[in-house]
């Protein structure tokens, strides 16, 4: 509306000004060369505007015939660029649909009509990565880190092709020079605090993750920041108490669940006489994940108890989760320590029906202690070779005494958590219970051999083998991420006829 008030307005006002003239005549005159010309000034106003007109028109004809090589030039081009363009769409597409002939081709034809665009490279190395040309797409790659606007997609590029073929030195350079180029690239900083974390390098690892700090969700960072304050404070438990004290102690505010950070908080603050603040960060601790390190770690709060002050402390924890098996383990070996047995007795009995691995071992040790029922200690020692395993620290498969901060697997930091292994050996067998012989009942997996008189060697056999068997764990073991096998490392059934191998490219890689 506003446009065409405008254009009303402009009309009206041309039209005012012809009308003003008009109503104003006036001659013009003209003598050059001997000639005199004459006319009135509506005239010479046109031709006046006709005379520019003209020259507009004559100008624009001759530079149109001065540019029009530049014009024909830009018009090839353009074709050249468009012909260049619907190769790489055909490219790609061939790329997504395995297609590795029709890939190359288009691959091809594009370097050759666009040989700078970065599309055009990029098609090349996926390409090539789909024929199993792998030194074509390092090419590639190359030529795209070369470049300013393509250098971190081809830094990338290479180091995925160094995890292909196991070049962990040449994959940490190419990371570092990523993160160096682009600071805020994820994949890059991710890299380099994983070969941090896995070389120790805690104060590294943790500077790592604070420069991905605006990239991280706010819980992960948390976390992760959590996992690197209480390894490094572990690093140096026993040469620097002041800073393992202080990064512990930040990792408690940050995951206040993390078992081994509150554990070791618990045991400095416990040195320096805050017997109370640390009795308060690991009960919250245990009300969240209970945990034996915990149960172990509040037992000490006041050093120079006596086992049955240990035990008063223990039961307090222990009230806290009634009903949970880390509280019964955690006050029946209390009560052991201080020489009550029947506590210790009545804490695992809920328990007994079918025991794990811990409460056979710890009824062991009450027979012992107890009776000196060596007998009965290894009926319960054989139990605990035949139950099911108890919670452990446990990462892709691999079972650890003591918590780490990073899979050694996988690499993967935080990797560990408090759970069952998954995969065990032996089965559950019944209880003991006092009124059955001590020969255990055959089992459908092992049939017990008869009993022989007991002697001291062949008690201590006997020992040693139920302790391998409990120990006997088949790890899960989970290979890193990798885009894929070569095709030379599939062993085939020379009977069958081999199937066509997948080949996938690093466009694919990314996205798995």
Do not use: C
């Not at 395995?98 to 091809?108: N, Q, S």
Request: charged content about 25%; aromatic content about 6%.
């Amino acid at each position: 509306m506003i446009r065409v008030i405008i254009f009303l307005a402009a009309v009206g006002m041309l039209a005012l000004g012809v009308a003003w003239v008009a109503d104003r005549p006036g001659e013009v005159s003209v003598v050059w060369l001997g000639y005199r010309v004459e006319t009135s000034l509506m005239v010479a106003t046109a031709a006046l505007i006709a005379v520019i007109i003209a020259a507009i028109l004559l100008w624009s004809f001759i530079r149109a015939i001065v540019r029009s090589p530049d014009q024909v030039s830009l018009f090839f081009r353009h074709r050249r660029e468009v012909k260049g363009y619907l190769a790489v769409t055909r490219g790609l597409i061939a790329v997504g649909a395995g297609d590795a002939r029709l890939a190359l081709r288009a691959a091809e034809e594009a370097a050759r009509l666009s040989p700078n665009d970065p599309l055009a490279l990029l098609l090349t190395a996926q390409s090539a990565q789909l024929a199993g040309d792998r030194a074509a797409a390092e090419q590639a790659f190359k030529a795209m880190a070369a470049r300013d606007d393509t250098k971190l997609f081809g830094l990338r590029g290479l180091y995925i092709e160094a995890q292909r073929r196991n070049d962990a030195q040449a994959a940490r350079l190419i990371a570092a020079e990523a993160v160096k180029a682009e600071p805020s690239a994820g994949w890059a900083a991710q890299a380099v605090l994983d070969d941090r974390s896995a070389a120790g390098d805690w104060s590294g690892a943790l500077a790592s993750l604070d420069a991905m700090k605006g990239s991280l969700d706010k819980g992960v960072y948390r976390r992760q920041r959590a996992v690197l304050l209480t390894a490094k404070a572990l690093a140096v438990a026993d040469t620097d108490r002041d800073v393992a004290k202080e990064s512990a102690l930040e990792a408690v505010k940050l995951a206040p669940d993390l078992v081994p950070a509150v554990a070791l908080a618990g045991r400095r603050l416990a040195e320096a006489g805050q017997q109370r603040k640390a009795a308060k960060i690991i009960e919250a601790a245990w009300l969240a994940n209970p945990h034996p390190d915990l149960a172990d770690a509040y037992a000490d709060l006041k050093l120079g108890d006596s086992a049955r002050e240990r035990r008063a402390r223990v039961k307090k924890l222990a009230d806290k989760m009634p009903n949970h098996i880390e509280s019964a383990l955690a006050l029946s070996r209390a009560a052991l320590d201080a020489g009550e047995f029947a506590p210790a007795r009545a804490a695992l009995s809920p328990y007994t029906g079918a025991p794990g691995r811990r409460v056979a071992a710890l009824m062991a040790d009450i027979e012992q202690a107890e009776h000196g029922d060596e007998g009965r200690a290894r009926e319960w020692l054989a139990r605990a070779a035949r139950a099911a395993p108890d919670a452990a620290w446990t990462a892709d498969g691999v079972v650890s005494e003591h918590w780490m901060p990073v899979s050694p697997v996988s690499g993967r930091l935080d990797a560990f958590s408090w759970r069952a292994p998954v995969a065990q050996v032996g089965v559950v067998g019944a209880a003991i219970e006092p009124e059955l012989p001590l020969a255990p009942k055959p089992t459908p997996i092992a049939v017990a051999p008869p009993r022989r008189k007991s002697t001291p060697k062949a008690a201590a056999r006997a020992d040693k083998k139920s302790k391998a068997q409990a120990d006997a764990v088949i790890p899960l073991v989970h290979a890193p991420d990798d885009p894929g096998p070569d095709a030379s490392d599939v062993e085939t059934d020379p009977l069958q006829e081999p199937a066509p191998p997948r080949r996938d490219g690093w466009l694919r890689s990314l996205f798995r």
